[in-house]
Each structure stands twice: as structure tokens, then as C-alpha cells.
């Protein structure tokens, strides 16, 4: 309820001041037919922007008219949504929706915004009283935003209803999980197997196969380590029978014959 007073309070000012200026200024006044508010500083014209801020966009009336009105559905979605929930925050969001109100109602009846003060001691921008909330309290908005650093519970405890329900489903699905060890965190394996005595394990299995081959492994490299026995002296080994076998009988023996001999056997001839 405090926030929709503030945005009426700054749509009468703002429309207040452009009433006055319409009827006591006349249309694209300079010099001496404008009211100086401060001397060399600021002072009062009367103008009618047909566009938006620094005159872009001109004569885009309903274009500018819809994306004020939807800028306006925006934050106010943020802010019922709890979106935008701090405290500071709210308030800049919906100022600078009491400024985009504040334009919007003058495109929709006139056409234009009508724009008043003028900065003398630098080329800027005319502008109105919604102009100056649009631009003060956005500018404080993204500053806010972007240096505002909310503890954890706070930011848990103020954040939308799906986002909460987002948060709590994901937990929810990560709880089982929460409590497993992971192999290689622990020095021994019995660490590692360890849990509370009233938590359940959903990969016992696992792990007991886990330690199987680990025990198996270990086995084989104590096998391995183990030295081999020391050799004895080689038995001797005994000699190979072996039989020879015995010349054919063939009935006569061979004589021995000289050269002499052969040569006078055939010389009887």
C-alpha cells in the first residue's frame, strides 16, 4: 500500500509541474520568457518531445507507449514475486516506475511529454519531474544490484516461492548422495567404506567388489614379493647306455692284398 501512495504522490508532482508550465510558459520559450530557477545553473523552458529521452525515436508514440507499459507490468511482477525483495531495492524500482507512469499518461493524451528544465552550464537533455526519477533512483537500482551482497540465508529466505521449490527439489535429489565417500579422500579403505552406523549405503555393492579386487591385488603382489628358494647342487646325471650292434656274419673275412701281389696274379696270365 506505502508503495502505490509514493507512485500517486510523484504522478500529481509530475503532473502538477507540467500543467503549470503548459500554462504559464509559453511553447519553445528561451531567454527572457523563461523562469530561472537558479541563476547560470538550471531554469525553466517549456518543450514538447514527441520521441524519448535526448529526442530518439521521434514520433513513435505508440511504440514508446507499450514499452513503458510494459516496463511498468515488469517491475511490478518482480516486486510481487518478491523478485526484487530488499528493502532499498524496492523502493528505487518503484520510483522509476512512478516516472515511466508519469510519461506514459502524457503520450497517451497528448502525443508528446512535455519537458521543462534545461541545464545551462552544459549541452544536456530537457527534462521533467518523472524524467529525474526515471534516471536517479534507476541509476541507484543497478548500483544497488551490483554491489549488494546478501548472506546466504537471507538471499534463501527472500527468494520467490518456484525459485525456493526449484532449490528444494534439487536437494532433494542430491541428499542420497550427500554422505558417500569418495575413494582416494581417505588414506585407508576402510575410511573409505566407512559410514555413519544408521546410514545406508545405496553402492555397498560396489564397493564390496571394490575391495575384493583390492584384496586380490594385494595377494598378487605379496606372492610376487616373496623370494624365490635357493637352488641346490644339480644331481649328476648318469651316463647314457648305449648299445652297439653287432656286425653281420657274412661268412669270410677280408684279407688284406699288396700291389705285388695283385700284379703277379695277373701277370700268370
Known amino acids: 500500500m506505502i508503495y502505490a501512495i509514493a507512485v500517486v504522490l510523484v504522478l ?7 500543467f503549470w508550465t503548459t500554462k504559464n510558459i509559453v511553447l519553445g520559450a528561451v531567454g527572457p520568457d523563461c523562469v530561472k530557477l537558479i541563476d547560470g545553473v538550471v531554469h525553466m523552458t517549456n518543450v514538447h518531445n514527441y520521441g524519448a529521452a535526448f529526442g530518439i525515436f521521434q514520433n513513435a508514440r505508440w ?8 516496463f511498468v507490468v515488469v517491475i511490478i511482477v518482480l516486486i510481487n514475486r518478491e523478485i526484487i525483495h530488499t528493502r532499498f531495492g524496492r523502493w528505487t524500482s518503484v520510483l522509476v516506475v512512478a516516472g515511466a507512469l508519469g510519461n506514459c499518461i502524457d503520450r497517451l493524451l497528448y502525443g508528446y511529454v ?8 552544459l549541452n544536456f537533455a530537457v527534462f521533467n519531474v518523472a524524467d529525474m526519477f526515471i534516471t536517479v533512483c534507476g541509476i541507484l537500482f543497478c548500483i544497488h544490484l551490483i554491489f549488494h551482497n546478501e548472506p546466504e540465508a537471507v538471499k534463501q529466505a527472500n527468494e520467490p516461492e518456484f525459485i525456493r521449490r526449484r532449490r528444494e527439489e534439487k536437494e532433494a535429489r542430491e541428499a542420497p548422495f550427500a ?9 585407508t579403505l ?9 546410514e545406508e549405503d545405496p553402492f555397498a555393492d560396489d564397493w564390496e567388489f571394490g575391495a575384493l579386487v583390492d584384496d586380490l591385488v594385494a595377494a598378487k603382489r605379496a606372492h610376487d614379493a616373496e623370494p624365490e628358494p635357493e637352488e641346490g647342487p644339480e644331481p649328476e646325471e648318469e651316463p647314457e647306455e648305449t648299445f652297439e ?25
Do not use: C, W, Y
Not at 511504440?63 to 510494459?70: K, N
Not at 519537458?115 to 552550464?121: G, L, P, S
Open 12 to 18: 500529481i508532482a509530475d503532473q502538477a509541474v507540467k
Open 63 to 70: 511504440p514508446l507507449t507499450v514499452i513503458s507499459a510494459a
Open 114 to 121: 512535455v519537458d521543462m528544465f534545461e541545464v545551462e552550464f
Open 179 to 187: 554422505n558417500i565417500p569418495h575413494r582416494g579422500e581417505h588414506k
Open 190 to 198: 576402510e575410511e573409505e567404506l566407512a559410514l555413519g552406523e544408521d
Open 245 to 269: 650292434e653287432p656286425e653281420p656274419d657274412s661268412g669270410f673275412s677280408i684279407e688284406e692284398f699288396s700291389l705285388d701281389d695283385i700284379l703277379s696274379e695277373f701277370g700268370d696270365e
